[in-house]
Antibody
Framework: EVQLLESGGGLVQPGGYLRVSCAAS????????MTWVRQAPGKGLEWVSD????????NYADSVAGRFTISRDNSKNTLYLEMSSLRAEDTALYFC???????????????WGQGTLVTVSS | QSVLTQPPSVSGAPGQTVTISCSGS?????????VHWYQHSPGKAPKLIIY???NRPSGVPERFSASKSETSASLAITRLQAEDEADYYC???????????FGGGTKLTVL
């Protein structure tokens, strides 16, 4: 059974730093790209960042580029998202997502965690 | 403002059929990128219910079906059940943004 368990969320001041993690199990972690998706309170889903299976190729939404860093440790089956220069608008539930098979540049997301809440506030 | 446009809400009585639309543009759905659909109940992990436009993952009831045409897509849920009450999101890829994009979500209420 695929499980994705996020951790590390919490309250952080504007301009601050936080690292969230995602422990994956139930599949061969280093075979799949992984993605972070977030949901601000009362809002819809927003793609944040993704990373290829080897941890070499990364992509970011314009809203977080230059402030967030996605990484993975395949020896620990863990995905990370380091967030710096945090803003109030980064307040959201952050979901760890496993990519399904991709074609033509697009991917679907076949398994999701329950999310970890990041609140940016003074 | 989401790149893909969905109605904020739909509703239907048990046993009825509802349809949720997802409107895109030439840089996403209109460029023949696949559309996928997710079901999300508050406090739970979102669940993939349709992938690659029309396919249902194992375990998703046949009551869920989807279609895609030109720059839009739609999700149909037949024989509505109380357990179908949730938020539904479409998702595709946008060539102009070079990333995945989601619809704003549609809240389904089962009356």
């Amino acid at each position: 059974e695929v499980q994705l368990l996020e951790s590390g969320g919490g309250l952080v001041q504007p301009g601050g730093y936080l690292r969230v993690s995602c422990a994956a199990s139930g599949f061969t972690f280093n075979d799949y790209a992984m993605t972070w998706v977030r949901q601000a309170p009362g809002k819809g889903l927003e793609w944040v960042s993704d990373i290829d299976n080897a941890g070499v190729d990364t992509n970011y939404a314009d809203s977080v580029a230059g402030r967030f860093t996605i990484s993975r440790d395949n020896s620990k089956n863990t995905l990370y998202l380091e967030m710096s220069s945090l803003r109030a608008e980064d307040t959201a539930l952050y979901f760890c997502v496993k990519d399904g098979h991709c074609r033509g540049g697009g991917c679907y997301y076949d398994f999701w965690g329950q999310g970890t809440l990041v609140t940016v506030s003074s | 403002q989401s790149v893909l446009t969905q109605p904020p809400s739909v509703s239907g009585a048990p046993g009825q059929t509802v349809t949720i639309s997802c409107s895109g543009s030439r840089s996403n759905i209109g460029s023949d990128y696949d559309v996928h659909w997710y079901q999300h109940s508050p406090g739970k992990a979102p669940k993939l219910i349709i992938y690659n436009n029309i396919n249902r993952p194992s375990g998703v009831p046949e009551r869920f079906s989807a279609s895609k045409s030109e720059t839009s897509a739609s999700l149909a849920i037949t024989r509505l059940q109380a357990e179908d009450e949730a938020d539904y999101y479409c998702q595709s890829y946008d060539a102009s943004l070079s990333n995945a994009v989601f619809g704003g979500g549609t809240k389904l209420t089962v009356l």
